[in-house]
């Protein structure tokens, strides 16, 4: 297989397009916990019920479509290799938690993989809708929609005063989590986000990494979601986390300025250096490639690299990780045969440019 | 100013919380705000399972160890339907299905306060099919609110349409109370 191929089918299509503030915010999510009103939960529920609800969401869902998202694959988590787990699970398509559950353990996928349910996870039913760039409201109106369209079948377990009932008290409510990953390269760099994530906690939205572990934000890519679930409407804790992206997509911005009026030509070094890097390096340790790809994607921001598309750094955060490097190779490879892979096929993506 | 929970202690903490977009002033002594949930910021490195395990010890302490072990052998509160016990609940930090959160209803006030920053109701989507009157009942609450503006306004012309309104919903719920009886 070629790369454009392995390519074609790696990355999710919807994550091509270019969506609102695309330069700064790569994505909108929506994750809605829901559960069946009279089955336990499945920390808790007896084999025969999960495997009810598995049968359930194969038979009702199998190649359904709803609106733009069409053709839902069921996909039975015991049915996948570990490479195959782990590639869901860098695509943020699956949870790892879920990878971890095997039997009636399952997830529901359209064939854009904008939308993706996951069946008998901590909750008996997980959707999650993505969007490219900043459209955190039209990820939510197409949550809701999407959330009648599945409760036609489905009795969910709702309490009037508690709202929609979760394993676990952190969810209960709206069941809802909101986020958006965002890329800040300047904020990291001027270190002014160690000052600011303090501050959007106390608001009660949880900043953390995507990649890498902790709270360690590997290539700079930040996600940030409401913690709270009870009390407040979904459009309020949707418009509470918007204002905060907005500020922070504000003040991203002024430090990019701040930095290229301050000392332009050290930036262009600094980015041409990376550029450098991902072109000419032959053995390349994740951490170091999502640095050099995060200073290329910003690079293309700035307008010093005009040769290259800006979702290079979504696509390649998303290929170079250790799942994707071994589907990619067909076979599971050392950590060493992963970096050199991992440099090859960098090289290779920056030549398709051309 | 003494503390409006116990009503013994005097308040010490002071702040002012904001539920559902409602100001209120809470005046509380320490041991009040710990037990109920008041201390709404955990400090860094919380985990919802030191949150649940701190807050049920402290519940445990006040009543005596002794006096607890005996007590909850006998009288625990227990799931009808999943049969997880309140201790499982504290120790796994997860309830076991829908029923619990009615089983546990007593406990859960304080639990939800700490991790929804002072919330305890729900207050957002309601499922389009099953939510039922629930609908209607929202409606009708808003409508209601409306209602006391105008009024406190003197627009009784629009005051009046709305109250026409609200007659009309409530003949509604009661015609879908009828059907879902039937
Ligand atoms: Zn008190
Ligand atoms: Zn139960």
Redesign the interface.
Known sequence: MTLQQFMNEAISPWMREDGPDSDIVLSSRIRLAR?F?Q???P???EEADLNRIHQFFEQEYTHASFQDYKDFEFIPIEDLSPIEKRVLVEKHLISPHLAEKSKYAASLISKNEQVSVMINE?DHIRMQLYFPGFQLNKALEKA?EF??WL??KV????????????????N???G?RASVMMHLPALTMTQQINRMIPAIN?L?LVVRGIYGEGSDAVGNIFQISN????????SDIVEDLESVVRQLIDHERKARQRLMDQSSTRMEDHIYRSYGILKYSRIIESKEAAKCLSNVRLGIDLGFIDDIKRNILNELMVLTQPGFLQQYAKKSLTSNERDILRASLIRERIQLEK | MECQECQKRPATLHFTQVINGNKTEVHVCEVCAKEKGYMTYPEEGYSLHHLLSGLFNFDSSQMGSQQESSFTKKDELQCPKCEMTLSEFKRVGKFGCAECYHTFAGRLDPIFRRVHSGNTKHHGKIPKRKGGNLHLKKQVQEYKANLQQLIADEAFEEAAKIRDKIKELQAEMKDKEAGDNS
Do not use: H, W
């Open positions: 559960n009103a089955v336990s939960f920390i808790i529920a901590e809701f959330d009648d409760e036609e009795d969910y377990a709702f309490d009037e005063s508690r709202g929609y009932l979760t394993s676990c008290p952190t209960v409510g709206t809802m106390q009660g913690q709270i679930t009870l009390g407040k409407s979904e």
